[in-house]
């Protein structure tokens, strides 16, 4: 059973970091893209970076050079380090397996950044 578990969300202050992970298990960890999403209220859930099993990553434009995204292949776990946030960072933040006969998403982890 694949199960996606995120944590480390929380409330920060406006130029502060968080570091969220997300614990896996029921699949080939190291085989497959993972990504991050975040979904703001009243808005649509976009994508805020993925990363192949090769290491290639890819970005929003509105993260790039604030957000890493990285993965411990043994751990089977994948992190966002945000830093520099902004209160326009405020979001529910999921982690999702995208496969081609379905998607999974874990539960999400609220982050909160006031300015």
């Known amino acids: 059973q694949v199960q996606l578990v995120e944590s480390g969300g929380g409330l920060v202050q406006a130029g502060g970091s968080l570091r969220l992970s997300c614990v896996t298990s029921g699949f080939d960890f190291r085989a497959n893209v993972m990504e991050w999403y975040r979904q703001a209220p009243g808005k649509q859930r976009e994508l805020v970076a993925s990363?192949?099993?090769?290491?290639?990553?890819n970005y929003a434009e509105s993260v790039k050079g604030r957000f890493t995204i990285s993965r411990d292949n043994i751990k089977k776990t994948l992190y966002l380090q945000m830093n520099s946030l902004k209160p326009e960072d405020t979001a529910v933040y999921y982690c999702?397996?995208?496969?081609?006969?379905?998607?999974?998403w874990g539960q999400g982890t609220q982050v909160t950044v006031s300015s």
């Open positions: 990363l192949t099993s090769s290491g290639y990553t």
């Open positions: 999702k397996r995208p496969t081609y006969r379905r998607d999974y």
